[in-house]
T-cell receptor, first 116, second 111 residues
Framework: AQTVTQSQPEMSVQEAETVTLSCTYDTSENNYYLFWYKQPPSRQMILVIRQEAYKQQNATENRFSVNFQKAAKSFSLKISDSQLGDTAMYFC?????????????FGGGTRVLVKP | DVKVTQSSRYLVKRTGEKVFLECVQDMDHENMFWYRQDPGLGLRLIYFSYDVKMKEKGDIPEGYSVSREKKERFSLILESASTNQTSMYLCASIGGREKLFFGSGTQLSVL
């Protein structure tokens, strides 16, 4: 079974600064997907970024970028130029490719607080 | 925009009651999921369904059952609610590019 670990329960960052969230996972699979989801106080889960394991290039979405280290099974998220609206819970998630049901396995989450 | 709708945002029930949590999606997705969210534990998969009347247990199915009679609707059932089932419940369905669409959650309190 896959496991996903987020070692930082909470992080705070000043507005406009950069913060990096860590995520490690354990799998014997070679092909899979990794995700970062954001959950603001509204509780609505929002997909932030998606990485396919067979792609060596790190995914980027505007101010959000990942550092994907396949051999180390590490998938960290960097938030640049942090904004107050980035305050949320962030979840790292893993999905096997071609798995029945496409189910995701989530980490425990990291609460990010952006301070003005 | 894809919509996943959960019938209740907040729910308070008594121990031993039978509880139904309803979820409806409007994008003809085949795969639907029920997750439970608890602080420090993240989201844990209770059950999922990959077709009408098809269901599979997730990681924590004990105390729960599900029903999928129609493609758009996936119901989570607590046969006899207990206090340790107090939690946030999130429904989701999956579309193209493996993107999961979530409902806005039901915060269930069992007293």
């Amino acid at each position: 079974a896959q496991t996903v670990t987020q070692s930082q329960p909470e992080m705070s960052v000043q507005e406009a600064e950069t913060v990096t969230l860590s995520c490690t996972y354990d799998t014997s699979e070679n092909n899979y997907y990794l995700f970062w989801y954001k959950q603001p106080p509204s509780r609505q889960m929002i997909l932030v970024i998606r990485q396919e394991a067979y792609k060596q290039q790190n995914a980027t979405e505007n101010r959000f970028s990942v550092n994907f280290q396949k051999a180390a099974k590490s998938f960290s998220l960097k938030i640049s130029d942090s904004q107050l609206g980035d305050t949320a819970m962030y979840f790292c998630a893993f999905m096997k490719t071609k798995a029945a049901g496409n189910k995701l396995t989530f980490g425990g989450g990291t609460r990010v607080l952006v301070k003005p | 925009d894809v919509k996943v709708t959960q019938s209740s945002r907040y729910l308070v029930k008594r121990t031993g009651e039978k509880v139904f949590l309803e979820c409806v999606q409007d994008m003809d997705h085949e795969n639907m999921f029920w997750y439970r969210q608890d602080p420090g534990l993240g989201l844990r998969l209770i059950y999922f369904s990959y077709d009408v009347k098809m269901k599979e247990k997730g990681d924590i199915p004990e105390g729960y059952s599900v029903s999928r009679e129609k493609k758009e609707r996936f119901s989570l059932i607590l046969e006899s609610a207990s206090t340790n089932q107090t939690s946030m419940y999130l429904c989701a369905s999956i579309g193209g590019r493996e993107k999961l669409f979530f409902g806005s959650g039901t915060q269930l309190s069992v007293l």
